[in-house]
């Protein structure tokens, strides 16, 4: 006589993906706010196996990052010497999203969010632009626009 012994085991697995954003008053002056952003990601997997039930969690909280989103006016002799191919490297080279582009009084204007170290690095090479460049005024503003995915050359404004 044969007979056969069926054993059901059902998983089951259930995860979670939060993102909390604040916005901090104080960065590194009163002007730049800060957004802290942090993401937490939990997971819980169960196994029963008949009369057995295994549960296992995990919780698992990201390093906490800070974005800075700053949006830059830059005067003088900007236009027509590589200053937004300029920009574009450099941002792309620290890692920042945003965008560039002349404006019709003769400016450049930019985007730049990302490591707070980041963006004031790119403030500073901003002062100085490119070798054909002659800056005599940049205007820093704080800003809550959306940056998008990477940094871009827009058209004039």
């Excluded at 054993?7 to 957004?35: D, E, M, V």
């Excluded at 999203?97 to 400016?107: A, H, I, Q």
Aim: proline fraction near 4%; include cysteine; aromatic fraction near 10%.
């Amino acid at each position: 006589m044969a007979f056969a012994i069926a054993r059901t085991i059902a998983i089951s697995l259930t995860y979670s993906f939060h993102k909390t954003s604040t916005i901090l008053p104080l960065g590194q002056s009163y002007r730049n706010p800060i957004l802290y952003t942090k993401y937490s990601f939990s997971s819980s997997l169960t196994m029963n196996n008949q009369n057995t039930t295994t549960t296992t969690n995990c919780t698992t909280d990201s390093n906490p990052t800070t974005t800075k989103t700053v949006r830059v006016v830059i005067k003088g002799r900007v236009q027509g010497v590589f200053y937004r191919n300029w920009t574009v490297e450099n941002a792309r080279g620290l890692g920042l999203k945003g965008w560039v582009r002349n404006r019709r009084d003769g400016s450049v204007e930019a985007l730049f969010s990302g490591n707070p170290d980041s963006v004031n690095e790119m403030e500073q090479r901003c002062r100085r632009g490119p070798s054909y460049a002659l800056v005599t005024g940049l205007q820093v503003f704080p800003s809550n626009e959306d940056p998008g995915n990477g940094f871009v050359k827009k058209s004039t404004v």
